[in-house]
């Protein structure tokens, strides 16, 4: 079954076997959520850099809400992610909440857990699954899906684009997408790469971008007609019937 959640800015396509993983879903990106706010409303910072974040243990003061000393998970882990690639850690918000709603459904035996974060997914799978890509006006667009193989391990597909969605990037790629084990490392490097990609010419030095981090598996980009592809990607499949 398939459902969708919105809470705020974040709206996420929600797909499990059972009702019961789904409401854990929810209620893990509540959970997150609440802790991300808490930490931005005593630094505002994080929300509008475009650089790397240094935590520091006095970034969470005496009185704060969350605790004396108390660094949320969620800022530590989007923190991580982006910091490999000096970017702003809000470029890895949308895959870190889909991979902690994913978990939760893992940790509570789910199977088959998909969270779909505006194009930023989570998942684990006992089957077989194909996630297509949405590119803008590129010819590709809504035309070819990545062809997922059971996998008990979390998998982060995440797309960064420079002409759709309100989300920034400094590029003109339509669709950069990356593929690791860590949907926040995915989300980040996304952003990264399609920061890099602004014309044919560039696409394929853009996954220099990328290419050195540990972790990273695979990475596409679609530029108008041009699509190239780096590291171990699934397969790249036709959408029939479009």
């Not at 079954?1 to 509540?30: C, G, H, P, Q």
């Not at 035309?143 to 003109?172: D, E, Q």
């Not at 989300?187 to 972790?215: C, Y």
């Amino acid at each position: 079954m398939k459902e969708s959640f919105r809470l705020k800015e974040t709206f996420v396509w929600i797909t499990a076997d059972e009702k019961k993983y789904i409401e854990i879903a929810k209620e893990e990106i509540k959970r997150r959520r609440n802790d991300l706010e808490r930490f931005t409303r005593w630094h505002p910072y994080f929300l509008v850099t475009l650089e790397g974040y240094q935590i520091k243990q006095t970034d969470v003061e005496l009185g704060s809400a969350i605790g004396k000393d108390k660094i949320p998970e969620i800022i530590t882990r989007m923190t991580e992610s982006a910091e490999k690639f000096g970017i702003g850690p809000m470029s890895a918000v949308a895959g870190t909440l889909a991979e902690f709603a994913v978990e939760a459904m893992h940790d509570a035996g789910a199977t088959y857990a998909m969270v779909d974060n505006g194009g930023d997914v989570a998942l684990i799978c006992d089957r077989e699954v194909l996630v297509g890509i949405y590119a803008g006006e590129s010819p590709f667009s809504n035309r070819i899906a990545l062809k997922l193989h059971p996998s008990s391990s979390l998998l982060g597909v995440c797309t960064s684009s420079g002409t759709v969605g309100h989300s920034i990037s400094f590029g003109n790629a339509d669709a950069a997408t990356v593929i690791s084990n860590s949907a926040s490392l995915s989300d980040a490097a996304a952003t990264a790469l399609g920061n890099s990609v602004t014309d044919a010419q560039s696409v394929s030095k853009a996954f220099g971008t990328v290419k050195h981090v540990q972790g990273i598996k695979g990475a596409l980009v679609i530029y108008k007609d041009t699509l190239a592809t780096w590291g171990e990607i699934p397969e790249v499949v036709e959408i029939k019937n479009y």
